[in-house]
């Protein structure tokens, strides 16, 4: 499967964003979906997560109440709406595919990525 990440920009502190990340290809029902970020010098960090079926969801402490991940089966899309954004969010955002039925934390656990978009978050 490829995916194909978007909707990364510059928004002030408070403000939101949503991106989407779309897959071609067949069975992207059956692939749990991850949200990762990554800054410059530090290691791609786990955000959040959501089962195949959208079923089940999974967040990382700091963005919880804040974050929202969904997804589209029909549309190919998994989606993570970003609200409250602060300077710390800023990163490089990668969705991700795996095959269940867990929710993985580990980038080393997703076999597809998508390519990765901006997020800045000025104060």
């Known amino acids: 499967v490829q995916l194909q990440a978007s909707g990364g ?7 939101s964003l949503r991106l989407s990340c779309t897959a071609s ?4 029902s059956s692939y749990d979906m991850g949200w990762f970020r990554q800054t410059p010098g530090k290691e791609r960090e786990f955000v959040g997560g ?7 969801t999974d967040y990382v402490d700091f963005v919880k ?10 549309k190919n899309t998994v989606y993570l709406q ?3 954004l602060k300077p ?6 990668y969705c991700a595919a795996r095959f269940g ?3 993985r ?12 978009t901006q997020v800045t978050v000025s104060s």
């Open 9 to 15: 920009g510059l928004v002030q502190v408070g403000g």
């Open 50 to 56: 959501i089962s195949y079926n959208g079923g089940r």
């Open 101 to 103: 039925p867990t929710i």
């Open 105 to 116: 934390i580990g980038a080393n656990e997703y076999s597809f990525w998508g390519q990765g």
């Open 88 to 93: 710390e969010d800023t990163a490089v955002y």
């Open 65 to 74: 109440g804040r974050f929202t991940i969904s997804r589209n089966n029909f």
């Open 25 to 28: 290809g067949r069975a992207f």
């Open 82 to 84: 970003m609200d409250n």
